[in-house]
């Protein structure tokens, strides 16, 4: 395989990459463990989905993980196990306002807001505090410091305008891999599929039913050949005509 291309297909080639490193990771913040929850609201979401974020850290191996969507905190806990005890200057950077105690909270959102005491309480309890930062802000307009991220978990605000926001935001942010939750559902879909359209230096690189859809940045020697969504350029659809083929 062409060095340069070699990111786009790592997960198709490696998706059990560090299987048994992988695994030992879930099985410590897998349901029915110690993690702290809240009634009807599990600390972090499915086998498959973290799976997925801790591969796209391996892979990296390097850089800062950003989490947009924190809830509870046990996505972020993973990620801080998945840098290893060697990457002492990797860190977890998470968005999300927690604002679940809020009765009017500033912006409705289509999944259940964090919880800033669980979040820590969790956090503590796998002692990774030393490698997250959180901003407790909405994640538009962006509000970190850091310039740079090598990977990114969305699995915020799940509207269309709200995922788009978040897409734009990190497009020239990531260096590597962008793992997005809840592909199934429409706002979430139709944002990633119009992202991938309209942008040539990302594209998918691999789906993984019903939910996850990892992206991966794609290297400007290959942007002559790689259509975003795998197709070649000369199959690409006119720009105009994008809107109406997938009911944007």
């Given at each position: 395989m062409d060095e340069k291309t070699d990111d786009l297909y790592k997960f198709r080639v490696k998706l059990n990459y560090d299987e048994a490193f992988v695994q030992g990771i879930m099985m410590s913040v897998a349901v029915g463990s110690s993690m702290v929850r809240r009634k009807g609201v599990s600390p972090i979401t499915s086998p498959m989905t973290m799976g997925a974020?801790?591969?796209?850290?391996?892979?990296?191996?390097?850089?800062?993980?950003?989490?947009?969507?924190?809830?509870?905190?046990?996505?972020?806990?993973?990620?801080?196990?998945?840098?290893?005890?060697?990457?002492?200057?990797?860190?977890?950077?998470?968005?999300?306002?927690?604002?679940?105690?809020?009765?009017?909270?500033?912006?409705?959102?289509?999944?259940?807001?964090?919880?800033?005491?669980?979040?820590?309480?969790?956090?503590?309890?796998f002692d990774v505090s030393g490698k997250i930062k959180l901003y407790k802000e909405y994640s538009n307009p962006f509000p970190c410091f850091e310039k740079e991220f090598s990977t990114a978990f969305i699995d915020g605000d799940h509207r269309y305008t709200a995922v788009m926001h978040d897409l734009e935001n990190l497009r020239h942010r990531v260096t590597k891999y962008i793992v997005l939750d809840d592909v199934d559902y429409p706002g979430v879909y139709r944002a990633m599929v119009k992202f991938l359209y309209f942008t040539s230096d990302w594209t998918l690189a691999e789906y993984l039913y019903p939910t996850t859809a990892i992206l991966v940045k794609v290297h400007a020697a290959d942007t002559a050949s790689i259509h975003p969504l795998g197709l070649f350029n000369a199959d690409r659809p006119k720009q105009e005509d994008v809107g109406a083929e997938i009911s944007i």
């Amino acid at each position: 395989m062409d060095e340069k291309t070699d990111d786009l297909y790592k997960f198709r080639v490696k998706l059990n990459y560090d299987e048994a490193f992988v695994q030992g990771i879930m099985m410590s913040v897998a349901v029915g463990s110690s993690m702290v929850r809240r009634k009807g609201v599990s600390p972090i979401t499915s086998p498959m989905t973290m799976g997925a974020v801790v591969q796209s850290i391996i892979l990296a191996g390097e850089g800062n993980h950003l989490e947009i969507g924190s809830r509870l905190g046990g996505s972020a806990v993973v990620a801080a196990q998945a840098f290893g005890k060697d990457n002492i200057d990797r860190y977890v950077i998470c968005i999300d306002p927690m604002e679940n105690l809020d009765p009017q909270p500033k912006y409705p959102t289509t999944v259940e807001m964090g919880d800033e005491q669980i979040f820590w309480q969790n956090i503590n309890r796998f002692d990774v505090s030393g490698k997250i930062k959180l901003y407790k802000e909405y994640s538009n307009p962006f509000p970190c410091f850091e310039k740079e991220f090598s990977t990114a978990f969305i699995d915020g605000d799940h509207r269309y305008t709200a995922v788009m926001h978040d897409l734009e935001n990190l497009r020239h942010r990531v260096t590597k891999y962008i793992v997005l939750d809840d592909v199934d559902y429409p706002g979430v879909y139709r944002a990633m599929v119009k992202f991938l359209y309209f942008t040539s230096d990302w594209t998918l690189a691999e789906y993984l039913y019903p939910t996850t859809a990892i992206l991966v940045k794609v290297h400007a020697a290959d942007t002559a050949s790689i259509h975003p969504l795998g197709l070649f350029n000369a199959d690409r659809p006119k720009q105009e005509d994008v809107g109406a083929e997938i009911s944007i």
